[in-house]
Structure formats: C-alpha cells, structure tokens
C-alpha cells in the first residue's frame, strides 16, 4: 500500500493529464453545442455573457465611429446646399404623390370595405442603426441597435426604404441579430408582381444575389420581373419587395430553371434601418407533419448528385 | 530555448496574470473590429494565435480550460453556437501543450511550419462543426488559417519584446 503510494507521488501537482483535460472540454463543447443546436435553454446565459462583451465591443467599434463621425463634420457646403436643392425638389415631387396616394388609400379602403376584405395593417416601424455587420464568414448577418430594451421581438422583419432587409433572429438587451435574406438557405415566400405567381427566394450566402429554386422551365417568369412577399406564411408581411430577377438559365437537362436575383434592399449597402412590428396572427396552422424549409431544402440538394 | 545562439538567448521576465489577460483581450478586440468582405475572410485569428502562443510558451499557465474559456467568450460576440469556438480552441491548446518542447526547439520561422497544422486542426474543427450543423462549407474560410500562420512570427517578436525586462531602470 505505502510503496503504491510513493510511486504515485509527484513533486508538482498539475491536475490532470492534458488528454483528459481535452476530453473533457471537448466534451462539454459538444454537450453545449447539442443544448444549443436543439433547444433554447442557453439564450439567457449567451445574453448575460454578451452584456459582459458589449462595452468591449463598443470600445472595438468606436474608432470607425469616430471616422465617420469625422468625415460626416467635414462636408463641403457646395454639397450640401446640392444636396438640399435635390431634396427639396424630391420632397415636391412626394408630396404631390402622396396627395394622390391619400386619395387612393380613402378609395382602396371604401372599396375593400365593399368586398368585405380583411383589412391590411399598416405595421408600426422603428427605426434602427446597423452597429456592426457580420464577423462571420458563414453567415450573412448584422447587429442593431436596438434590443429588448425597445421592445423588439424575435421574428420581427427588418427592412430599408426599399425592400426587405432579412429578420430578427436573436434579441439581446441592447442590440438584436438579423439575418439577411441573403443569408445562406434563408427562405422568402414571394410572388411575381406582373402575374402573381407564388415562389419562394433562398439566399445564396452572396451579399448580393438570390436564388429563385424549384420553378420549373416553363414558368412564366422574365427578367426584371419584380418579386414581393406573399404573406403567407404570416411571417413577412404581403406587398414589400424582395428581389428583381436578373437571369433566368433554362436548360432542358435540368427539371428547374436556374434564376438568379439581386436583393431590391441595399442589403450591404444602408446604415439606418426599419424594424416592423405587430403584424397579423393568422389562425393556427391545422395539425400536420411540417417540415421546416431548410430541412426540405437540404433534403432535396443531398439527392441531387 | 535554441542552443544554436547562446548569446541571443535572453533574459525574459516571468509573465504575469495580468500580462497574459491584456494579451488575450487584445486578442479578442482585435478580432472584434468590424471585418468585413474579403478581409473578413482574410482575417487572422488573433485569439488563436496568443492562445497558441501562451500554450507552447506556458503549457502550465494557459491551458485547455482558459482556451475554452475565450472559446466561449468568442462564440458569444460572433453569435455562434455555444461550444463552436470552444471546441475549436480546446483542440487548439492541446495542439500546443502537446508540442510546446518541440516548437520551443526551433527558431521563429520554422515554427512557422510547426503551428500552422495547429491551426490548420483547430479551422477544420470549426468548419466541420459547421458543416454538420448546416451541411455545407466556405472554403475561403480556411484562407484566415494561412494569414495567421504568417502572422507568427511578428506576434512572437511582439509578446517576447514585451516580456524583456529593461536593462537600466534609469535609462527611458
């Protein structure tokens, strides 16, 4: 027993060996990327240590901030009084169309009165500032500026003056997460605007293209053709624009068309964003097997060779 | 250390906790600057790369637990999934511990050669964690595996720079 224990005895103790250290760590990796990967269970610890890395991570963004801050001061007069001319002239030009888009609303809505048509909301926006785009190169997404604190909700869809700009996929105290819809297999349920036909947009993990998969070649689609949301899935409200066609590859050897599109948004492009809440409940979904859109996606590309 | 130059062997001074924490949160603010496009792809893991430092230098100090740790902290700033980061940077360690005498044996350019499989484990750990969880890879990713192995040699330059102690106290 004591001659055991001697040989055993170390003059520095240093803990474990480090291949049960790494077994060990490796491990837990694995164990907090199942919880995380399957459940939510860990959103409150990701929140609490984000709000330990967030002072950090403004000190990080203050340099570039300043810099723009900087090149913001120093613009030359002659500009500005350019730019004000155009706006002021644009602001005229708005101001008639929104004159007869009042008209137009009043008669739209007294009509769709008369069909007895659910009414379209109009959906509360906030206004946000990208605080850093993406860090990673898998993934297509940016962070605002606004977090739970003003009450923006996971789910909640991001957009600029132009189009759709992805969702909100994670709310932090301060900041939240979007994923843009060029985000790799991000899916949009759209509709040509010329003839309504329904499809859906997948990112394609470049800033700027889409891709418009399963449309068979003969689908009455061209380029240029403009694509909204349809709505109806009930997480994108119906009518905003998405993306513009810009080439359709029909090849007979292939059962779909390969059309590529380019985002309406500037999606790698703007600063200051919109945030919509309160959109529609639709009534539950009946019960049936589901099968989320990504999932469908990989399926059908894993049986492509 | 080397044997081949007795006299460039110096003096260096014990580094502290302290010394050790800045350099790891350097290491995260830098990688937290705003990358973006192709440097985005370009980007040097900063933090991999003092781990590995602190790993080979003071297997006894930095080890597999502190990796993880700033494994975690990483997968929190890059909303990453939990663990993803982590996992990565375990191996990473390992990797050090493992050849920390080897690596110490040869002078800065050819460890060049020893860390970047290191590194070269550590990415593909990250990339197939990825891969699994979303079925495919960017490649370009790996292209930060080459920028920090070049980045080596500088940054041990830098961190042994900081860690010799002044000759004469007096002179500034």
Redesign the interface.
Known sequence: MTMEHTQSFRFFNRGPSPVVRLIFFMLLSLLLLFIDARYQYLESARKALSVLAYPFQRLVAAPGDLWRQADDFFVLQGNLVHDNAQLRQQHDVDAAQLQQLQVLQAENRHLRDLLAVQQRADYPMQAAEIVYTERDIFKRKLFLDKGAQANVQAGQVVMDDHGIVGQITRVYPWLSEVTLVTDKDHAVPVQVLRNGLRAVVFGSGDTSKLALRYMPISADIQEGDVLVTSGIDGTYPPGLPVARVLSIERDPAYPFARILCVPVAGVDRMRQLLILSGLPKLPERPEAEVETTSDKARKIRRKKP | MSGQLPKEQEFLLPASGLFIALSL?AA??L??????GLW??LRPDFVALVLLYWCTHKP?RV???M??MM???AD?????????H??AY??LA?GG??LHRRIQMFDLRMQTLQIFPVLLLAYAVYAA??WQ????V?W??FL?CVTSAMLWVPMSILLQALRIPRTDPDNL
């Open positions: 949160l995260l603010s990688n937290w600057l705003p990358w973006s985005l792809a006894y080890g597999i637990g990796a993880w494994g975690i902290f929190v700033a890059d909303a990453s999934l939990f663990g993803q982590a996992l375990s191996v390992f511990i493992v964690v990825h969880l979303h079925g495919y960017a370009g990713y930060g």
